[in-house]
């Protein structure tokens, strides 16, 4: 499960970070990049709190995984269907695409072993 959650931590990050340097200076509107800022936050949280875990805490983790999976489902699938479209973007089209769809695939994954790994719930 520590990896879970390591992995968890390492996705928002890349997710935030990556968001930041592929707006700067972009001038796209807030619904646009915050919704990665909100993904990183929630996952980090969900990481943290189940550290002590309950099973309200690990729906809270499960569920940033899931919110994850969703946002970039439509971002990544989004860019598939519209190769070379206006990305608005510091980052190439096809490389962004690339990295959206390995943060897709490791929140399927990560996802996925939040439900079908064990826990230990704590009293």
């Known amino acids: 499960m520590k990896l879970l959650r390591i992995l968890a931590v390492l996705l928002a990050l890349s997710l935030m970070i990556g968001e930041g340097f592929r707006s700067w200076g972009q001038e796209r ?24 875990p309950t099973p309200a805490r690990r729906a809270l983790f499960t569920g940033a995984w899931g919110v994850s999976v969703g946002a970039l489902y439509l971002s990544f699938f989004g860019k598939m269907l519209q190769p070379g479209g206006d990305y608005s973007s510091n980052i190439p089209g096809g490389v962004l695409t690339l990295l959206l769809g390995i943060a897709f695939a490791v929140s399927v994954a990560g996802f996925i072993a939040s439900l079908a790994l064990p826990f230990k719930f704590r009293e």
């Open 29 to 52: 509107p807030i619904p646009a990049w915050i919704d990665d800022q909100l993904m990183g936050a929630l996952l980090i949280a969900g990481a943290w709190f189940v550290g002590q």
